[in-house]
């Protein structure tokens, strides 16, 4: 049976769309298909390149930061030396409070209704000072009254009458009576004076006895005589006498009156005695009346500061107070950097009270802006000196530097010899 044309064009059709839907498949199992070569060069890590920044012009700035604890500078003890007094040691009055300042010349405390006078000094009172005293102690008290203007005469290690009556000044100063000798010396001038006065008596005597027979026309005047030399030496001798009881009985400063303190003035920190109580040991604790903050470093670090370096605080609110280095002291295995406001405002003094807060100590600046590159960008070179890979027209050239100042991850570069390097240059940090 022979088919019909509509039949055969049915079948033409038919194996056409077949044949055209295996093409399609077989071009997109094409595209899914790739060989090893083209899978390796696709997984393979791109070509190495150059990450290059800038050489830039800036200044720098090497600086210690850290955090550091506010408190008032350099806490003591404060003893009083009572083995003077004869009486319990009562505390009267003059009690200070918490907060409030001690000031060298004025009373700090009251015992048995006598002031304790503070003042600046690095030796005890360890003994009552009196008029022949002689030593370190008494130089540092007259060190101490001529400094307060109260004129001990010549400063030395001798205490006499210039030294007594400026004692006297320092209590008239702080407003109080002097304190009185002992009666055994004052009674020794009351005889002196008594002999003066006999002495002067007895040449009286001898004088009138001189001129009556004189006046008598005596031949021979000279027992008279005698016995006038004889009563002006004696007068002498007693005058003498007097001025050296009196000496001794000048004002004499009693161990239990005075307490020296490092430095003053000072704020108390704290009370340990109450009126009417007795005193016994440590009668308060006192600190500088300043605010300092300290911050704790290592020794490397401590190598690079000193003191009179400027500072600063960064305070709660972010702004930040100008200051000083004070001191740099050993502390066990590190180091305490003292650190000082140079002025506070009220409210600034209140937020650095007991505070953490931050400081920051510049140690070293350039002058000025100059070229710098990442510390990243420095290499050694073979000669051991310092050099830096530039990028150039897509090539690397090395430029070698002398390195300056490095501070926040930059340094400080010029470059050696007939080498070049300018602000805007592209230096390999990595790759």
């Given amino acids: 049976m022979t ?7 049915r079948v033409l059709v038919g194996v056409s769309t077949v044949a055209a839907v295996s093409l399609g498949v077989g071009v997109v199992a094409g595209t899914r298909i790739t060989s090893p070569e083209d899978a390796a060069a696709k997984t393979a890590a791109p070509k190495a390149s150059q990450i290059t920044v800038p050489v830039e012009k800036k200044a720098l700035s090497s600086k210690v930061v850290g955090r550091g604890d506010a408190s008032f500078d350099g806490a003591v003890n404060i003893r009083v030396e009572t083995s003077g007094l004869t009486t319990p040691a009562i505390v009267t009055g003059k009690v ?7 000031t060298e010349g004025k009373a700090l ?5 006598r002031p304790v006078i503070g003042l600046a000094g690095v030796l005890p009172m ?6 022949g005293s002689k030593g370190p102690d008494v130089l540092q008290l007259e060190q101490t009254l001529d400094r307060l203007g109260l004129d001990p005469g010549t400063v030395d290690d001798e205490y006499d009458g210039s030294t007594s009556r400026a004692v006297e000044r320092l209590y008239e100063e702080a407003g109080y009576d002097a304190p009185e000798p002992d ?11 008594k002999g003066v006065d006999a002495a ?17 026309k005596a031949n021979d005047v000279s027992v008279q005589q005698g016995a006038v030399d004889d009563a002006e030496e004696n007068l002498d001798d007693a005058e003498d006498e007097l001025a050296d009881a009196q000496s001794k009985a000048g004002t004499p400063l009693p161990v239990s009156e005075v307490v020296y303190v490092k430095t003053l003035p000072r704020r108390v920190d704290d009370v340990k005695v109450e009126r009417g109580g007795t005193v016994n040991g440590v009668v308060m604790s006192a600190s500088g009346a300043s605010l300092v903050v300290t911050l704790k470093v290592d020794t490397q670090t401590a190598e690079r500061l000193k003191a009179g370096m400027t500072a600063s605080l960064t305070l709660g609110d972010g702004t930040s107070v100008a200051a000083k280095v004070r001191r740099v002291t050993r502390n066990g295995e590190q180091y305490d950097v003292v650190v000082g406001p140079n002025t506070l405002t009220a409210k600034q003094l209140e937020q650095l009270r007991d505070a953490n807060v931050r400081v920051t100590i510049p140690v070293k600046s350039t002058n000025g802006k100059v070229l710098t590159v990442p510390v990243a960008a420095l290499s050694a070179g073979s000669d051991g000196g310092s050099r830096v890979e530039v990028l150039r027209d897509g090539k690397v050239e090395l430029v070698p530097v002398t390195v300056g100042l490095s501070a926040d991850g930059f340094a400080q570069v010029s470059p050696s010899g007939d080498a070049s390097l300018a602000d805007g240059e592209q230096v390999v940090v990595g790759r």
């Fill in 183 to 193: 009666e055994r010396l004052t009674q020794a001038v009351d005889a002196a004076e």
């Fill in 3 to 9: 088919a019909s044309p509509k039949s055969r064009r």
């Fill in 126 to 131: 360890y003994r009552t000072l009196t008029p």
């Fill in 109 to 113: 405390l009251e015992i048995t209704g």
């Fill in 96 to 102: 200070p409070k918490v907060g409030s300042t001690i």
């Fill in 200 to 216: 002067k008596n007895a040449l009286r005597q001898a004088k009138a006895a001189l001129k009556q027979a004189k006046a008598a």
